[in-house]
């Protein structure tokens, strides 16, 4: 990170080379130096980055017993029976804070099933705008959850880079998902970009 100590330090040094240049010459040189400076320096101060684990509820009730009230998390789940996997109902007071989504694991409309909708994706973005420490979870730790950290994911970076977040032997994202994720975020790009690494698993 650019600190107010360095812009000073270059400034400084940056008047010692302007020998020969006129008095004027100088002062708009430095000006525009100092401006160009702060402006570097408040970009580096408001990168960040975001650590996304993406866990089955098995998985994600373990780790959070041994790191409890550290991690945000989004808890999807069936709508039917979101607590059906054993001690997943311990999930949210073991987070930092947590966020539910209820829908199916499926990628088409089924009648009688709720699927993901816009305003899931919406909401895990959302909740996810400022967090440090993210995790993603859902009934088995394979489709849904993986879709969603994606996403968020993406939201973050490029959506090629965004792919480092899935583990290729654990993970097969959701279609569903990811479609309604690449429509919020207006990426297209997205969807080819999963059914690559997806073709890329197989052959």
Sequence with gaps: ???????????????????????LDRI????????????????????????????????????LKLNPNIWDVIFISSPKDKFCMKNSEKIP???????EILFEDISEHVKGFRECRPKHIKQALQFAEGKEKLIVTCQAGISRSSAMAYVIQSSLTNH???LKVLDPKLNWPNERVVK????VLKNPEMVKSVESWKESLIS
């Design 160 to 162: 090629l880079d965004a």
């Design 28 to 63: 708009v040189i430095q000006g525009f130096s100092l401006i160009v400076g702060l402006w570097v320096g408040i970009l580096a101060g408001t990168q960040f980055s975001m650590e996304i684990k993406i866990f089955g509820h098995l998985e994600a009730c373990a780790f």
């Design 180 to 183: 309604l994720g690449s429509k």
């Design 93 to 99: 007071s073991l987070s930092k804070s947590c966020l």
């Design 1 to 23: 990170m650019v600190t107010i100590f360095n812009l000073c330090l270059g400034r400084a040094i940056f008047v010692l080379l302007m020998t020969g240049i006129s008095f």
